[in-house]
C-alpha cells in the first residue's frame, strides 16, 4: 500500500506512461537532500474545518517549498453509468476559470510565481496540487479556494476541451496495445462494480459527455465537506489553520454528502481469458489480475501479507519469478507482480512475463502458473519474509523524505478508508506479518476463478499470405 503502488489514474498533462501504470508514475519517489526521516504522529497534524473539509499538516522545514493538495473524495467510479470519464473530464475543466481568474491562467499564475501544478483522477478521487514556495503558499490557498465554488463553464470552452479528452484517449490508449490490454482485463475483472470502467472513459460515452453533466457533477461533489487540504513542507498546523480556516473554512456546504454506495462484485465462479492481436505488438506479452481485498476492506494482516507477498513473488532479483523463469529457464525477458491495494472497496493482485525473443508466450504462462502453484503447495519461507520486510519498510523510510510523496500518500489514504495513523503505523504492521499470513493470503486469493489472464499477441497473417513471395 505506502510502497507507492496504488489504482491507476490519469493525468491532466500528457505523460510517456501506459495508463495504467499513471499512479505509480505519480507516486515515484523524488529523494531530497539528506537523510530519511520518519514523521510520528505528533508532527502529523490534522483537523476538521466548520464546513466539514479535513485538513492534514506535514511538516518538512528543510527548504522554503510547501506541496498544497486539495482531494474529493470521487472518483470514476461513483459517476452515473452511461457517463463514464465524467469525472476526468470535470478535472480538466477545472483549469477553465472563474470570475477572478480567466480561463488557462491558473496554471500560469503558479508558473509565474515559479511554481508547479497539475491533477490527476483515479477511481476513488481527484486531486489538485501545487508545488511552490512557502511566500506563496497564501496565493494558491486563495486560487483553489476560488475554483471549488466559483467555476465558470461555457461551452467555447467545455466542447473543445472533450476533444482533447477524445484525442487523449486515441493516443494514450487506442493506439497503445498494451493499454487496450489492461483496459480488457479490467472489464472482464470486474462483472458488476464500476472498476471494470476505464477511468478515462470510453470513447463513445465520453462524445456525449456536455456542460451540464460537468456542472451537475461539480455541483455534487466539489463541495468542502467531500474534501481534504494536505499541505507538505516548510509550515506548521499553527500556520496553516488560520489560512485553512480564511480559504476553505467561508466555503459554504453545497450538498450532503452520503455513503459511497457502489454495485458489490460477485463471487468469481469462472477463470476469464482477453486475448488481444494487433499488427502493432512486436513482443507478446502476458498480463493476469486476481480480484482481492483492498486496504480498506482486508480482514487484520491480509493486505500487509499481500504486499509481502507481492514482493517475494515478483519484485527485484531475488523474486521467485525472476529466479525461475529469467535466470534459470531463460524463458522471459521480464517477468514480475505486484498488489494494488490502495483503493475504497477492492484491490487487484498483478503477475506479468513477456518471453524472450523465440520463445512461445505459452511457455511463460505454464513458467508463471508453475511458479504460483509451488507456492500454493508449499509456501514461502520465513527467509523470504524476512527479506521482503527489510524492502518494503526501508522503501517506505525513503518516500517520507518527499514532501511531495508523502502528501500523495496520505492523501489517496485519507480518500480510500484509511487514517493518518493508518500510514504511519504500515511498517509495524508490515514487521508484523508472518509465514502463515502469507500463505493464507495466497490460497486466498490466488485462485483461477478470481482470475482474469489477458495476453497481448501479433495479429494473425491474412490465410494464404506469403505464399505470393514463395513462387
Not at 161 to 188: F, T, W
Not at 443 to 451: D, G, H, I, Q, V
Request: aromatic residues 8%; hydrophobic residues 40%.
Amino acid at each position: 500500500m505506502f510502497k507507492m503502488r496504488v489504482m491507476s489514474s490519469v493525468y491532466r498533462c500528457f505523460s510517456p506512461f501506459p495508463l495504467q501504470h499513471f499512479m505509480v508514475a505519480l507516486m515515484t519517489i523524488t529523494l531530497l537532500a539528506g537523510a530519511a526521516r520518519a514523521q510520528t504522529a505528533d508532527e502529523i497534524k490534522t483537523f476538521t474545518l466548520a464546513n466539514g473539509m479535513q485538513v492534514v499538516s506535514i511538516p518538512d522545514h528543510r527548504a522554503p517549498v510547501v506541496t498544497h493538495m486539495v482531494w474529493y473524495k470521487v472518483g470514476a467510479a461513483d459517476e452515473e453509468p452511461g457517463k463514464s470519464g465524467l469525472a476526468h473530464f470535470l478535472e480538466h475543466l477545472m483549469f477553465k476559470g472563474t470570475s477572478a481568474i480567466a480561463p488557462g491562467e491558473f496554471s500560469k499564475i503558479i508558473a509565474r510565481n515559479g511554481g508547479q501544478d497539475n491533477a490527476f483522477t483515479s477511481q476513488d478521487y481527484t486531486g489538485y496540487y501545487q508545488r511552490i514556495a512557502r511566500d506563496r503558499l497564501e496565493l494558491v490557498m486563495k486560487m483553489e479556494a476560488d475554483r471549488m465554488i466559483n467555476l465558470r463553464l461555457r461551452d467555447e470552452d467545455v466542447l473543445p476541451e472533450r476533444d482533447v479528452i477524445l484525442e487523449e484517449r486515441r493516443m494514450r490508449i487506442d493506439n497503445d496495445p498494451g493499454s487496450r490490454l489492461g483496459e480488457q482485463v479490467s472489464a472482464a475483472l470486474y462483472l458488476a462494480h464500476p472498476y471494470g470502467k476505464p477511468i478515462i472513459g470510453w470513447e463513445n460515452e465520453i462524445a456525449r459527455l456536455t456542460r451540464a453533466d460537468a456542472l451537475e457533477f461539480y455541483q455534487k461533489y466539489y463541495t468542502p465537506n467531500n474534501a481534504i487540504l494536505v499541505v507538505a513542507g516548510d509550515i506548521t498546523a499553527e500556520d496553516l489553520k488560520p489560512l485553512a480556516e480564511k480559504y476553505y473554512g467561508s466555503i459554504k456546504v453545497r450538498t450532503k454528502i452520503g455513503p459511497r454506495l457502489r454495485p458489490r462484485e460477485p463471487k468469481p465462479q469462472a477463470e476469464r481469458r482477453v486475448i488481444l492481436r494487433d499488427k502493432k505488438v512486436r513482443q507478446p506479452n502476458l498480463r493476469r489480475s486476481y480480484l482481492t481485498s483492498a486496504y480498506a476492506t482486508a480482514a487484520k494482516g491480509e493486505a500487509e501479507a499481500l504486499s509481502v507477498l507481492s514482493e517475494i513473488l515478483g519484485q527485484g532479483a531475488t523474486s521467485r519469478l525472476y529466479r525461475e523463469l529469467i535466470v534459470k529457464r531463460k524463458i522471459a525477458a521480464s517477468a514480475g507482480a505486484y498488489y494494488s491495494g490502495t483503493s475504497l472497496d477492492s484491490g487487484s493482485f498483478i503477475l506479468y512475463g513477456v518471453p524472450n525473443p523465440g520463445i512461445d508466450i505459452h511457455e511463460v504462462e505454464r513458467g508463471i502458473d508453475e511458479v504460483v502453484a509451488k507456492i500454493l503447495k508449499k509456501g514461502v519461507t520465513k527467509k523470504e519474509i524476512e527479506h521482503a520486510k527489510r524492502i518494503l519498510i526501508s522503501d517506505n523510510i525513503y518516500s517520507r523524505d518527499s514532501q511531495s510523496s508523502m502528501a500523495r500518500m496520505f492523501g489517496a489514504a485519507l480518500t480510500t478508508g484509511q487514517s493518518v495513523r493508518d500510514v504511519l503505523e504500515w511498517p509495524k504492521r508490515i514487521e508484523a506479518v508472518t509465514v502463515a499470513q502469507v500463505n493464507a493470503a495466497a490460497r486466498k486469493f490466488l485462485k483461477a476463478e478470481n482470475s482474469v489472464t489477458g495476453l497481448l499477441l501479433p495479429e494473425k497473417p491474412a490465410k494464404g499470405a506469403g505464399q505470393e513471395a514463395m513462387k
